[in-house]
């Protein structure tokens, strides 16, 4: 969905970090690149939370259902990303941004 929109992505296996067992790390790699972390993982998320370091969207709902709750949420999503060190929540319910250090 993203790519037939216009944007430019790829996953932790394309970047050859998919075994990487450090979520630090993936963070590092995406911020370094100036990219955005997208996932479905609530450990990874959570922690992201606490430390928020880079640009993350975490989709709150069904992998079969992602494509379109991000797709009829993108243009807000889009805006919250401008901010740096942030954590865009994403569900049907809509979007929420948050940025924190704990």
């Given at each position: 969905m993203l790519r037939n929109e216009g944007?430019?992505?790829?996953?932790a296996?394309?970047?050859?970090l998919?075994?990487?067992?450090?979520?630090?790390n993936l963070?590092?790699?995406?911020?370094?690149?100036d990219a955005v972390m997208v996932t479905f993982d609530k450990a990874f998320s959570e922690r992201r939370?606490?430390?928020?370091?880079?640009?993350?969207v975490?989709?709150?709902?069904?992998?079969?259902?992602?494509?379109e709750v991000l797709r009829s949420n993108l243009s807000e999503?889009?805006?919250y990303l401008e901010r740096s060190d942030v954590i865009i929540i994403?569900?049907?319910?809509?979007?929420?941004?948050e940025s924190s250090w704990e």
């Open positions: 944007h430019q992505c790829w996953t296996y394309e970047a050859g998919a075994a990487e067992p450090q979520d630090d963070t590092a790699y995406a911020d370094d690149k939370r606490k430390n928020t370091i880079g640009r993350h975490w989709l709150r709902c069904p992998e079969t259902e992602a494509a999503v889009l805006t994403v569900s049907s319910g809509g979007v929420q941004a």
